[in-house]
């Protein structure tokens, strides 16, 4: 039997993000305790720089056996994971500010071993290591053309965030029970990807996204195993993207995760997995799109407009972010229904769009805290625009963002997808997502209105003075989000160009 | 670069400078802004001294390539109508300025922000008459509410932020609305010139009528809430009563008049079909706006709500004679849009001196003004005088164009309309009696007249009113060719009175 044969430089990427995460374990193992936090962070960040500068090496360069055929390196692949890498080097900047994570996340909360801990000054270093896990599978999953690669690029980039969503300094039982809860549901919806691949092999006798697609051009699409298969897949990848109706576990998590790790999730993961999604739905499913495209059409248009309206009323701003995440969730959807290049570009530039402002706000959402704390809770917001103008008007940029005003990135962004569903043919996909935005526009408003026009009071809170790192994440996502609006041609050439799955 | 791109560019600049004076400084902070909008306004004169108005075209024109994966340009272009536009925007902001020296203090921000927000907001008022780029216009349109909206909210009087978010969520919503319309707009351009959002390529599509019926309607709801026609009015009065004399005077001279343009530039342009179908139905709202806008103005207690339901009633008239299709109409209709914008602003000015020197907003609190402060009277009275358009006033030139216009098509609209005209003499002399004649009311005694700033902001704009009222033909003739194309592009010809009749 011959080793099979494997083109290095297009893997190279992943493999040096994982090579990263293994030296940051045994960093872990042998390196004191003094001098750990600041050389996890130095290498953690350089390699993900590493891999994106290897992205860019090989953006020109391209194969569908990069594995055998179980990686396809192809235009849209080399840029979400370069998208990734990007959204993951901020995200790093924030998470390099270790305040926010348990001293010691074996300890009991609020047990004597925890205090000592945090008397001791220790640090859970080994978040960056497992960021820096998650990140491969991350990089693995958008890329990985056969189903068994793909679960296992699921694992790999679900497993460290169950984990690190348990990490959270403050309110170490909230966060516990977000890991939990996201283990459990995310373990269960693996069960259904799994499933799901089980039926699809069993309709085509083949993993290969590929070989699904001939199967279903020469056996027909109308085969029960075909459906349960695309059903079932399905269940596995909304419940990744956060769309209803399998969204419950997406505010407890943001909720309970340490806030820059749900920054990090919400971009990446997102990213990541919508990657997937449009790569099977495209690739794979394509010659069945009668039986899931209205399926999909229909929870997107749920899943926006029950992220919007849910979020109306949401007390903590991390919830909030959390179902505005959701609401985006169905926007990126239509990109899968439209099923045209246009989409697929267009959800290449979401990615981007979205991606920076919502690592930008989850990172001024670190800087707002009292003494005991970040304070989630909106109403202890009020009058931030008096006392720290800058950080309200960023985070209020952010979310006109988010809303999709027009000079912002975010509104370029639904521009895109929703002239691409409306190219399609889909003309309710896009005047739906017109009417949730203006739902989802009046939470946004709510906030900014609380922000900059109501007077502070007692118990408001403060910002932090934030950390050299912290402020050059937000200043990159502010910075981002406004140039992308003004000269969204910078990178919507690239998405263009690269906005290609090959077969 | 065109002349447009330079005037629209100069306040920008303006606010620039002003965003990098001390704090401190007040009193230069308000100089270097008054410069700059003057500087506007000269420019916009020496701009409209060269336009050619002999044509009905786009002039000054100018185009380069924006989102080239999306073919969206910057590309600006005016006609007559817009040129008027932007000259009334630019003549006004000057004004207001000076007629507003210190309403800026007292807000929820510094004085520096409440003129950098003017500053862009006039830049974007510029830009959005100058665009001929649908993508472009929608931007700017978007865009433009956020400034008003922290105009309003942070320097307004009352209930200002739940005055200033109505205002954005109605405006937003109506945005949103006409971003489906875009893109179904540049969907159906993609499949017939390989994509496009060049005002003029756009308008020799083929739409087939359901598709320009919706398209039309998205348009066209937001402009109606834009304007604001009735039933899409009730954020009117809140804003104009939240907002500062300054604020409210462009929100509703300047900002409001692009519902109605937007009318007459791209849902008749780019949807003549469509125009035609729903004629009828938009007559109607604008008859009852008209109506309801008069009735209620009758009605009210508060000057500011007052002259906001005027403005409704006014709004009416503007919808009539666009959608009345004949030459006089639109033309009367383009030129009613500068008339109110320059009566809407006395009427606000000096309401708001008023309000300023009573500290009450209540038309119950003021009586017999004409004896303690006579100018200030006397300006109120003209401003009175212009909205309920008294022949020798330009207010009345374009009212007469409208109904003219509109009588040979629709002669029971332009009958009811005439009838708003009688209402209008009611609710403005109702007011002015009340406030200024008559004994002095208690409370009134010590108040002061206006000051030399005051008269020096109101002069300009009771003489236009005065001038264009004996004089309308410079601003007629530039408007009368772009009409002219307009009509022709939507394919009608003005009613021929048979012999006889």
Known sequence: MNAPKLDYALLAPILIVLGGALIGVLVEAFLGRARRTGVQIGLALITVAAAFIQVIRIRHSGSSGAAVLSVSIDGAGIYIQGTILLLSLVGLLLIADTDNFTAQASAVPGSTQESAAIIAGKQQTEIFPLTLFAIAGMLLFPVATDLVTLFVALEMLSLPLYLMAGLSRRRRLLSQEAALKYFLLGAFSSAFFLMGSAFLYGYSGTLTLNGIASAIHTAGNNNIFLLLGIALLSVGLLFKVGAVPFHSWTPDVYQGAPTPITGFMAACTKAAAFGATLRIFYVALDGASWSWKPMIAVVAVITMFFGAIAAISQRDVKRMLAFSSIAHAGFILTAVVSLNNHALSAALFYFVAYGFATIGAFGIVTLVRDSAGEVGDLNRWVGLGKKSPLTAAIFGLFLLSFGGIPLTAGFIGKFAIFSAAYESGNIYLAVAGVLSSAVAIFFYLRVIVMLFFQDPTNDSVSVVIPSAMTRLAITICAIVTIVLGVFPSLILNATNTFALFTR | ?????????????????????????????????????????????????????????????????????????????????????????????????????????????????????????????????????????????????????????????????????????????????????VIGLYVISTNQIGGSFDLTQLSHLTIDKPTQNWLFLGFFIAFAIKAPLWPFHTWLPDAAKAGTAGTSTLLLGVLDKIGTYGMIRFCMTLFPDATKTFTPVIITLAVISILYGAFLAIGQKDINSLIAFTSISHFGFITLGIFAMTSQGISGAAFYMVNHGFSTAALFLVSGWMIKRRGSSQIADFGGLQRVSPVMAWSFFLAGMSALALPGLSSFVSEFLVLVGSFGKYPVAAILGTTGIVLAALYVLIVVQRTLHGETTPGNESLTDLNLREKIAIAPVIAILVVLGFFPKPVLHAINPTTAVIMQNVGVSDPVAKAGK
Request: aromatic share 14%.
């Open chain 2, 1 to 181: 670069m065109s002349f447009i791109t330079v005037l629209g560019l100069l306040p920008l600049v303006g606010a620039l400078a002003v965003a990098f004076l001390p704090k401190s400084n007040e009193k230069l902070t308000k100089q270097v802004a008054l410069a700059t909008s003057v500087v506007v306004a000269l420019v916009s004169i020496l701009m409209a001294l060269k336009f050619n108005t002999s044509q009905g075209g786009f002039q000054f024109v100018e185009s380069h390539q924006w989102i080239a994966n999306f073919h969206i340009n910057y590309a600006v272009g005016i006609d007559g109508i817009a040129l008027t536009l932007i000259l009334m925007t630019t003549i006004l902001v000057p004004i207001v300025f000076l007629a507003g020296w210190n309403e800026s203090e007292g807000g929820r921000w510094s004085v520096k922000t409440f003129y950098i927000l003017l500053l862009i907001l006039e830049t974007m008022m510029i830009g959005v008459f100058a665009a001929t780029d649908i993508f472009l216009f929608y931007v700017i349109f978007e865009a433009m509410l956020i400034p008003v909206y922290f105009l309003i909210g942070g320097y307004g009087r009352g209930a200002r932020a739940a005055a200033a978010m109505k205002f954005l969520l109605y405006s937003l919503f109506g945005g949103l609305l006409m971003l489906a319309a």
